[in-house]
């Protein structure tokens, strides 16, 4: 670079800051006007919400309470329900089934609630490409989880 070029450069520089200095200086700064308590509650509630003291909010928190631990006090304990029936059932898997066939005959069999579930379980979790052949013992209470691993030998 020699010396014009730096010349120029320089008085590029010093332009640009004196026209953004006139633009910064000569724009008037509209100025939010100061909030008070009294317009910040107006501006609150004009957009939908409550204001409250600290007074009031611990009120409505004992208020609250109140009720809730009333509410319990009423709520009398359900009677303890009879043992569920545990269904068993000996599945027996063989070669060409898949997930939804098992999924089929266990809600037949009662075992699981739904088979769509049960299926849906099986292709999330990876377990209806590890389905292995055999008879298998499973019953009502166990989980899907449960079921999988056994049915899958893993």
């Known amino acids: 670079m020699n010396r014009r070029n730096t010349q120029a450069f320089a008085f590029g520089v010093l332009l640009?800051?004196?026209i953004?200095?006139?633009?910064?200086?000569?724009?008037?700064?509209?100025k939010a006007p100061?909030?008070?308590?009294?317009?910040?509650?107006?501006?609150?509630?004009e957009k939908g919400y409550v204001v409250l003291t600290k007074d009031n909010y611990k009120?409505?928190?004992?208020t609250l309470s109140n009720q809730t631990s009333k509410e319990?006090?009423?709520q009398t304990p359900d009677p303890p329900k009879s043992k569920e029936s545990v269904t068993a059932?000996?599945?027996?898997?063989?070669?060409?089934m898949v997930s939804r066939?098992?999924?089929d005959i266990l809600?037949?069999?009662k075992i699981i609630d739904d088979a769509n579930r049960f299926e849906l379980y099986l292709e999330e979790n990876g377990y209806s490409k590890k389905i292995q052949l055999g008879s298998f013992e499973l019953t009502s209470k166990m989980s899907y989880k449960d079921m999988a691993k056994i049915i899958t030998k893993s």
């Open 101 to 103: 066939d098992i999924a």
């Open 34 to 45: 100061e909030m008070n308590i009294d317009r910040a509650k107006t501006f609150i509630e």
């Open 16 to 18: 640009s800051v004196c």
């Open 59 to 62: 009120q409505m928190e004992k």
């Open 107 to 109: 809600a037949k069999e």
């Open 72 to 74: 319990k006090k009423e």
């Open 89 to 96: 059932y000996q599945l027996e898997i063989v070669s060409g």
């Open 20 to 30: 953004i200095g006139i633009f910064y200086f000569s724009i008037d700064d509209k």
